[in-house]
């Protein structure tokens, strides 16, 4: 059936005290940017709840799109009748028809905010649990813990029936918690990490580092698609595509094979963190997690953090794998994730990378390259693209033929 209107309830931002109206204001214009795609629908945040009027709008796809906003703990989906008995119980009908079965309890709770309206709030539980009886042969009235609760709302402007809460995707509001730079490959956990980010309201930009030809245009667009698996989650995401070639080329020749991996990181992060200085990013965030590979080690991270002194914040970093795709699944950047195109991360990647490294080893052979010019090329080369959700990149062609390797 198709709704009228979408209530939606929060969750923590209940705690948020003098705060409160900003978080509000944030999530509507989340919620405003996520249903861009259909104009006709209203968004009106209010102290307690917000309401989302379709305005004819297909309210299936809306309540999809909803379920991803973060800030939102449930909604319900309201039909609005005209302000009348004989209105609401043929709304009561269509609304119950595939949800009330025999054997099923139900109870009727009314609302009304219109005190001028007619019927009490006690008349209207009586005689509409009347009129379910009757219509729903097997149906019982139970007033705690019922398994539906049939919500009327007396407005001014009619009457809003509600049979069912939705949840949500909890957290805050994408934006409240500052920017962050998630440093985005092509692998698992690197979503994984940008998603549990912005669910605690970061406004995360995607730096994502390419190196052609060693990298194909399929994995840059990999990339991008998964950021827009990302931006479901916010309206829109911004992508960051850093050139990184002539570093890993430089580092290649320069540098001895068991550093090369610590010292492309430390170029990575030198990258990131002049970004978010650009860009007003407060952190850089990664998919690390540590023990899984040598570059996560905490004597490794501990020499690629060398270079700066801004906040890493590793949102998976004490998870194992079966728990990242977990989650990955969940938000469906799984199958995205594990297509075979290569990342800049695996070239040149040397057989037997140091483990544990020694910092003062890393400052002494990373003398050997030109760390300031590499960096002011790459900056210099930089590609910013505004990413909308669910936007498509991959050539389905090649898609296909991946498929089978």
């Known amino acids: 059936m198709e709704y009228t209107e979408i209530m939606v309830r929060y969750g923590e931002l209940s705690t948020k005290g003098k705060n409160r109206k900003d978080f509000i204001n944030r999530l509507g214009g989340n919620i405003r940017k996520t249903l861009k795609v259909f104009p006709e629908v209203e968004v009106h945040p209010n102290r307690d709840r917000t309401h989302v009027t379709l305005n004819g709008a297909d309210s299936a796809d809306v309540i999809g799109r909803l379920k991803k906003v973060f800030g939102i703990q449930n909604f319900s989906p309201s039909l609005k009748v005209e302000r009348t008995m004989e209105d609401v119980q043929r709304g009561t009908l269509e609304l119950l028809k595939d949800q009330l079965k025999a054997g099923m309890t139900f109870k009727v709770n009314t609302r009304r905010s219109d005190h001028d309206f007619e019927i009490t709030t006690d008349v209207m539980n009586r005689d509409l649990g009347g009129f379910i009886l009757d219509n729903f042969p097997g149906s019982i009235v139970q007033m705690k813990n019922p398994d539906i609760t049939l919500r009327v709302e007396i407005r001014s402007n009619g009457i809003f029936l509600t049979s069912e809460i939705i949840q949500g995707a909890g957290g805050l509001p994408v934006g409240t918690a500052g920017k962050g730079m998630m440093m985005l490959s092509g692998g698992i956990d690197s979503p994984v990490a940008g998603y549990l980010g912005m669910k605690r309201g970061v406004d995360m930009e995607m730096v994502h580092f390419f190196s052609p030809p060693y990298t194909s245009e399929q994995a840059l667009a990999k990339a991008k698609e998964l950021t827009g698996k990302l931006a479901a989650y916010a309206g829109n995401v911004q992508f960051i595509q850093v050139p990184f070639t002539e570093i890993q080329e430089t580092i290649k020749e320069k540098c001895p094979e068991g550093y090369l991996m610590t010292i492309q990181r430390r170029m990575m992060l030198r990258l990131v963190v002049a970004l978010a200085k650009q860009r007003g990013g407060m952190a850089v965030f990664n998919g690390e997690s540590l023990g899984q590979v040598a570059s996560q080690t905490m004597e490794s991270m501990a020499a690629i953090n ?97 498929e089978l390797l």
């Open 306 to 402: 060398d270079v700066t002194n801004m906040p890493i914040i590793r949102p998976v970093v004490s998870m194992d794998k079966n728990e990242i795709i977990e989650i990955a699944k969940k938000i469906d950047t799984y199958d995205l994730s594990i297509m075979p195109f290569e990342d800049c991360c695996t070239i040149f990647a040397p057989p037997a990378p140091k483990t544990r490294p020694d910092i003062e080893k890393t400052r002494y052979y990373e003398k050997r390259i030109d760390v300031e010019g590499l960096l002011e090329r790459s900056l210099a080369g930089v590609k910013i693209e505004n990413v909308h959700a669910e936007q498509k990149f991959m050539n389905q062609d090649e898609d296909v033929f991946a």
